[in-house]
């Protein structure tokens, strides 16, 4: 089936401009998550979100990242005034949160990088 | 706070040959263990969890990991390396069963040389 799509796949902005990273889980996940990856690092967790609601944004860095999920489907990350250091490989995964003790996993996308320049 | 160390960024290995690639965490309560594999411009793929039971996990492409509490450990292993197997691994460990961030190790580039 169809796994978790990010679009775009490359993103080249100018410093201080906006941009927005969109996420399609896979249907029926009900969980989504965003991380961040910088080149030779491992990924770092921004924010999730059960349903439409964010259940933990402990990870995003500063209030210029924002992330929404309005009918608990697709999800957008939301940058204001971007700076160099915002430049990455953004991940998205989402998961179908079952209960029981099996536990859940979480699938990613192939990501968008994005350039900050 | 928890946290994962992969001390190796890099293992080397021939083809045939059995790999290891190691992993210890730090997280307060029981961790929920993952190792993820990451091919160029492509985004993470699952491997193999640990939740609980069985110390030795069997996941996919012929991988297992095994779970050592006493040392803090989730090293990740194979019998027999495949060319195809050269990729970028991480170590990724949760204190929730489910709907929590997973905090990475850095990763190690395994390479398996023919």
């Known amino acids: 089936g169809a796994g978790v799509s990010q679009t775009p796949s490359n993103k080249v902005t100018e410093k201080g401009k906006y941009v927005e990273l969109r996420c399609d889980p896979i249907s029926g996940h009900t969980a989504l998550y965003w991380y961040r990856q910088s080149l030779g690092q491992g990924p770092e967790f921004l924010i999730y979100?059960?349903?439409?609601?964010?259940?933990?944004d402990s990870g995003l860095p500063n209030d210029r990242f924002f992330a929404v999920r309005p009918e608990g489907s697709v999800s957008t990350l939301k940058i204001q005034r971007t700076e160099r250091g915002d430049s990455a490989v953004y991940l998205c995964a989402s998961s179908l949160f079952p209960k029981g003790p099996r536990g859940d996993t979480q699938y990613f996308g192939p990501g968008t990088r994005l350039t900050v320049l | 706070a928890q946290s994962v160390a992969q001390p190796e960024d890099q293992v080397n290995v021939a083809e045939g040959n059995p790999l290891t690639v190691k992993c210890t965490y730090s997280?307060?309560?029981?961790?929920?263990l993952f190792w993820y594999v990451q091919y160029p411009n492509r985004g993470l793929q699952f491997l193999l969890k640990y939740i609980t039971g069985d110390n030795l996990v069997k996941g996919s492409y012929g991988f297992e990991a095994e779970f050592n509490k006493s040392q803090t450990s989730f090293h990740l292993k194979k019998p027999s390396a495949l060319v195809s197997d050269s990729a970028l691994y991480f170590c990724a460990v949760s204190v929730n069963n489910a709907g929590n961030m997973l905090t990475f190790g850095g990763g190690t580039r395994l390479m398996v040389k023919p």
């Open positions: 997280v307060s309560g029981n961790p929920y």
């Open positions: 979100f059960q349903g439409t609601g964010a259940a933990d």
